[in-house]
């Protein structure tokens, strides 16, 4: 237990001085889709306001606790726990502001889960 305070001390020491995750707020915004790297799992689309919707696909719209795990230019690993709904982490590589790749695992719905894919910016969210 105490070697656990003593990895996640600092970083929450250092989410508090430095603007985090600024590698998600370059992604395009728009349409993306992502393409699972397993063959059986479809194809999504997702309407993105942020690229910080990219870390709780699993959870989405559901109030996290956040903690930064890896916060670089070019790639982010952010560990969240929503109480009483499970928990993940996730893990984005940026390519371009139009492609990046994801790995996401954790627990929803009391089940686990681990997914893996790659996201791509197909143009403007159509709004009907």
């Known amino acids: 237990l105490s070697l656990l305070i ?5 970083v929450a020491v250092l989410d508090a001085q430095a603007p985090e995750l ?6 395009e915004k728009g349409a993306w889709e992502m393409r699972p790297r397993d063959e059986g799992e479809p194809r999504q689309r997702l309407c993105l306001v942020s690229g910080r919707e ?3 696909l699993r959870h989405e719209r559901l ?8 916060d670089l230019p070019q790639a982010v ?9 499970g928990f993940g982490r996730t893990h984005i590589r940026r390519e ?3 492609l990046v790749q994801l790995d996401t ?9 681990a997914f ?13």
């Open 6 to 10: 003593t990895l996640v001390g600092p």
């Open 22 to 27: 600024t590698m998600l707020d370059r992604l």
């Open 54 to 56: 990219l870390i709780q």
């Open 63 to 70: 109030t996290c606790k956040r903690i930064v795990v890896e």
């Open 77 to 85: 690993t952010v560990q969240y726990s929503c109480p009483g709904n």
């Open 96 to 98: 371009t502001d139009r």
């Open 105 to 113: 695992q954790g627990i929803a719905g009391g089940l686990p889960y």
């Open 116 to 128: 893996a894919a790659e996201a791509r910016w197909t143009g403007p969210c159509n709004r009907r």
